[in-house]
T-cell receptor, first 111, second 111 residues
Framework: AQRVTQPEKLLSVFKGAPVELKCNYS??????LFWYVQYSRQRLQLLLR??SRESIKGFTADLNKGETSFHLKKPFAQEEDSAMYYC?????????????FGQGTRLTINP | DGGITQSPKYLFRKEGQNVTLSCEQN?????MYWYRQDPGQGLRLIYY???????QKGDIAEGYSVSREKKESFPLTVTSAQKNPTAFYLC??????????FGAGTRLSVL
């Protein structure tokens, strides 16, 4: 069975410090991985996906198949990064129909 | 705003009452999803539908029911059998499950 684990429910860092939100997954095949973000009073929305290999709002995430991880990183945190972050996995199996979400990490950036 | 509309924003349920949450999308997506969001538990899938007139149970379907009579609409009924309905409910639609677009949510409370 597929599983996504975000070991930190809460993460607090100071503005300007580096940020890393951890995401580990278990899946026997080759998954697609995503990070979704929910800012205060806003809808849950896609932040980035691993196949795009892009940087969004200064965030990057690299898929490490050896460690089965997809950690989200930003070198210098900003106050507007405070939000709830979810890591999600989509199995690349035939007939796969749904995302598997982690439990989420609430990130707080202190001024 | 647009794309996925959930209503109402707030809903109150009396004991023994069934209530229905509305979800409408104009993105022409085949797939639609219902999630429940509780603090510390992340997103849990209730029901999903890949096509009109068909739907599948998610991880926590007990006490809920859905219908998918139209492509645009995927209402969720919280029945009296759901003993702990207080939560934030999110509807999403998507492209073959990979990318999902979320509504603004409905907060359900018990009177």
């Amino acid at each position: 069975a597929q599983r996504v684990t975000q070991p930190e429910k809460l993460l607090s860092v100071f503005k300007g410090a580096p940020v890393e939100l951890k995401c580990n997954y278990s899946y026997s095949g080759s998954p697609e991985l995503f990070w979704y973000v929910q800012y205060s009073r806003q809808r849950l929305q896609l932040l980035l996906r691993h196949i795009s290999r892009e940087s969004i709002k200064g965030f990057t995430a690299d898929l490490n198949k050896g460690e089965t991880s997809f950690h989200l990183k930003k070198p210098f945190a900003q106050e507007e990064d405070s939000a709830m972050y979810y890591c999600a996995l989509f199995p690349k199996a035939r007939g796969a129909q749904k995302l598997v979400f982690g439990q989420g990490t609430r990130l707080t950036i202190n001024p | 705003d647009g794309g996925i509309t959930q209503s109402p924003k707030y809903l109150f349920r009396k004991e023994g009452q069934n209530v229905t949450l509305s979800c409408e999308q104009n993105l022409n997506h085949d797939a639609m999803y219902w999630y429940r969001q509780d603090p510390g538990q992340g997103l849990r899938l209730i029901y999903y539908s890949q096509i009109v007139n068909d739907f599948q149970k998610g991880d926590i379907a007990e006490g809920y029911s859905v219908s998918r009579e139209k492509k645009e609409s995927f209402p969720l009924t919280v029945t009296s059998a759901q003993k702990n309905p207080t939560a934030f409910y999110l509807c999403a639609s998507g492209d073959r499950g990979r990318l999902q677009y979320f509504g603004a949510g409905t907060r359900l409370s018990v009177l």
